[in-house]
């Protein structure tokens, strides 16, 4: 099974447990090099060059699923909205969509950085854009869900017994994220308490909602 992995700070705890999951050393290294953006992913997994992978919610209208996901139940810090000249954020189809949906308009940033300037710009106007889909809808915001081209079955033995509240990060690989990201190792433990994984029933709903007003808008 090659499994994509989307290589932001908000997968850190799943990646860890994954990993801890996957006895092949030749998996665990797939894993590794099959690693970039979400847009880029979805484009890998579209062409069946991966088996699985957390795809952006508006690229999985027709894919298959599990209830497992990127979840935000509020704000979320790291999907962004600097109010003033249109642009997008070319990593992220889901959040320039999003934008869209909810009549925003400005500079999309998404992931790591987002994260980073969120900490370093206190006095900077900004829009989270999961806490305004939030406030619109009264229900959590979906970012991406794990699609599967086949082995379902296997996705789900790895995936199964996964509790976020379970995984402890490493100092070491906490160290690595900061540095590489800019963002301090507290600032890290903080935004991923704001991640969710699981897709109950509130945020199945929440995911058909912003499927069919981007259909409306006319957004893929």
Known sequence: MIFAKIDFINLLPFHIFIKKNIKSTQQKSIIEYKKSYPSFINNKFKKRKVDSA??????SRNDKYLDF?????????????IPGIQESDFQSQTS??????LDLEGKVIIGDKALKFYHENPDVI?????????????????F???????????LEKVTKNFNKQHIKIPQYILEQYSKRSGVS???????????DYNLGLKEKRSLKQFLNLTKEKGLK
Do not use: M, T
Request: proline residues 2%; charged residues 20%; positive net charge.
């Open 54 to 59: 957390f795809i952006s919610s508006i690229a």
């Open 69 to 81: 996901g990127i979840v935000a139940q509020d704000e979320v810090l790291s999907v962004l909205l």
């Open 96 to 101: 320039n969509a999003l934008a869209k949906v």
């Open 126 to 142: 900004k829009i989270d854009l999961a806490k305004e889909w939030k406030n619109k809808y009264n229900l959590p915001f979906v």
């Open 144 to 154: 991406a869900v794990l699609c599967f081209n086949s082995n379902k079955k296997a």
């Open 185 to 195: 190792k507290n600032n890290i433990l903080l935004y991923l308490k704001k991640i």
